[in-house]
């Protein structure tokens, strides 16, 4: 429904908004590549918290943007609170895709490498690995998503994708409104 | 800009919509800051109702004892809420997957017929109460009657007993109804496979919908190239984010110009329809010009002229078509007044 779409643009925006009137300092933003950072930091975080840490790749999203605007002494992005809470989410993230990362190296190093022989492999076991290689490349693009299962990948990428174009619809309409000042 | 329409499901959307949704930027810029309770404006943000070609994902919601469906959006876009507890578990997930299977949505019957010799008990909140019981009583008559189908039943019904037993007393307020099965004829009926099975139609599912939601997927036959497509199509959209970060970056020099610059051309456009005349905001009167927002037919025009006077930047002309509104269920946005005398 529209209004869906709507909504979580308007909520976007809303928190977008909020989110770059609350920049104080001016000092460092005098490049265009670091107003930009700025621009897409601030941007990504009003999406992931309009997403409101349902999701997890909000939260993912939440918790490196903030690591990212820390790096850059932007001026406490981040309210504390939810900077504690983020961080605990991001480090019991971080430890489960370090686990997990963990086992597949075991896996696959008490897998013979090398070990197919050079005949033809059935078509089956080719689609298998070109899809495992596929999700392993999604997993690397959603944000979150190293630590997931292949359904909720799956789901995440849905909602991701949804998010997404909501973000660029705001986007691109903020651009086009400031492009009219210009002519 | 880049010729692939986000919202090309809607390539006739009046640009005056466009407008109104620059309206609302201010409108919402003007309002004070809301406190977003996450978990209310989810349910806000759920609605009951089919689209065209929809299944529905569910998350259990206790708030939401009248509307269990989780709506779609028009062009095949799904959101949903997961509860916030990560491990509803198998139940959870079954039910998620059967409800979307049986869903409501006439356009999705096509897909999912085939599917269909499924039993597949739709979830609504009137259900709930009785789920749990027969879980509890059906094993007791049922383990004594043998029989191949019965038997299946059965697995199921113990392996829905048992998650539901297990799911219970981490949702509280939820009760979580399971998947029937029956098993289709020549395949194996343990529960390990039952399971296997249940989990792979689940992806299917979902890689259904996501094959919906990008385009250009639909007539891809194969997970790997289906696969393809979606990174490529997240891949574009991040692009897009960094692309449109720029130049919003590069339009403004600094940050707090950003939103100044929202307000004038907005005035401009509204109230002469000579584009662009800058007006300075203490030429805005409260009163007098509420009339330009009452004449909501002249929109349209005012938008087309500007629109077309901006052949000179070169995003300008796309971007008409691919502006999606903000929904005029939120009426005039007079309040834009009000947001000039604050800012």
């Known amino acids: ?183 | 800009m880049e010729p692939m329409s986000l919202t090309g499901n809607r390539p006739d959307e009046p640009p005056f919509e466009s407008l109104m949704f620059n309206e609302e930027i201010q409108r919402l810029i003007a309002l004070p800051p809301a406190p977003v309770g996450n978990a209310s404006s989810f349910t806000a943000i759920l609605e009951l109702g089919p689209t065209q070609a929809m299944e529905l994902l569910h998350w259990p919601e206790p708030s939401e004892s009248s509307n269990p469906y989780v709506n779609s959006v028009d062009d095949g876009a799904v959101l949903f809420a997961p509860t916030s507890s990560a491990n509803t578990g198998y139940g959870a997930n079954c039910l998620a997957f059967s409800a979307g299977e049986n869903g409501s949505s006439p356009g999705a019957s096509s897909a999912s017929s085939p599917k269909v010799k499924k039993e597949i008990v739709p979830y609504s909140a009137s259900d709930w109460s009785t789920w749990t019981h027969p879980a509890v009583s059906d094993t007791a008559p049922e383990s004594k009657v043998p029989g191949s189908t019965k038997r299946k039943v059965r697995d199921q019904l113990d392996k829905g007993s048992e998650k539901k037993k297990k799911n219970e007393s981490s949702q509280d307020a939820e009760a979580l109804p399971y998947v029937h099965v029956r098993a289709r004829r020549g395949q194996a009926t343990d529960s390990h496979s039952l399971a296997e099975r249940a989990r792979r139609e689940k992806i299917n599912a979902r890689m259904k919908l996501l094959q919906e939601l990008v385009p250009g997927c639909n007539m891809i036959t194969g997970t790997a190239l289906v696969l393809d497509e979606i990174i490529n199509h997240v891949q574009s959209l991040q692009r897009q984010v960094e692309l449109l970060s720029m130049k919003l970056a590069a339009v403004n020099p600094q940050i707090d110009f950003n939103l100044d610059s929202i307000f004038t051309p907005e005035n401009a456009s509204l109230s002469d329809g000579n584009f662009p005349v800058p007006m300075t905001w203490s030429d805005i009167q409260i009163g007098g010009s509420m009339e330009i927002y009452q004449q909501q037919g002249h929109f349209p025009s005012f938008q087309h002229s500007v629109w077309v006077k901006e052949e000179g930047s070169s995003f300008v002309m796309p971007e008409a078509s691919h502006i999606t509104s903000i929904s005029s269920a939120n009426g005039v946005p007079l309040d834009s007044r009000q947001l000039k005398m604050e800012m």
């Open chain 1, 1 to 183: 429904m529209m209004t869906d779409r709507t909504s979580l643009r308007q909520k976007f925006l809303k928190k977008w908004v909020k989110g770059l009137q609350m920049y104080s300092s001016p000092k460092k933003l005098t490049t265009v590549m670091e107003r930009k950072r700025f621009i897409r930091l601030s941007a990504d975080v009003a999406l992931a918290s309009a997403r409101g840490g349902m999701t997890r790749w909000s939260r993912a999203l939440f918790s490196s943007a903030l690591k990212d605007s820390q790096d850059k002494h932007f001026d406490r992005k981040i309210p504390g609170r939810a900077k504690g809470k983020e961080r605990k989410l991001h480090e019991s993230i971080t430890r489960k895709i370090t686990s997990r990362k963990v086992l597949k190296g075991i896996r696959e190093g008490a897998r013979k490498k090398g070990k197919t022989p050079s005949n033809r492999l059935p078509a089956r076991t080719i689609a298998k690995r070109l899809v495992k290689k596929r999700t392993q490349l999604l997993r690397k693009i959603v944000p979150g998503g190293e630590s997931m299962d292949n359904v909720s990948l799956i789901t995440e990428t849905l909602d991701y994708i949804i998010s997404l174009r909501a973000q660029i619809d705001v986007m691109r309409s903020l651009v086009c409104l400031s492009g009219h000042l210009d002519a």
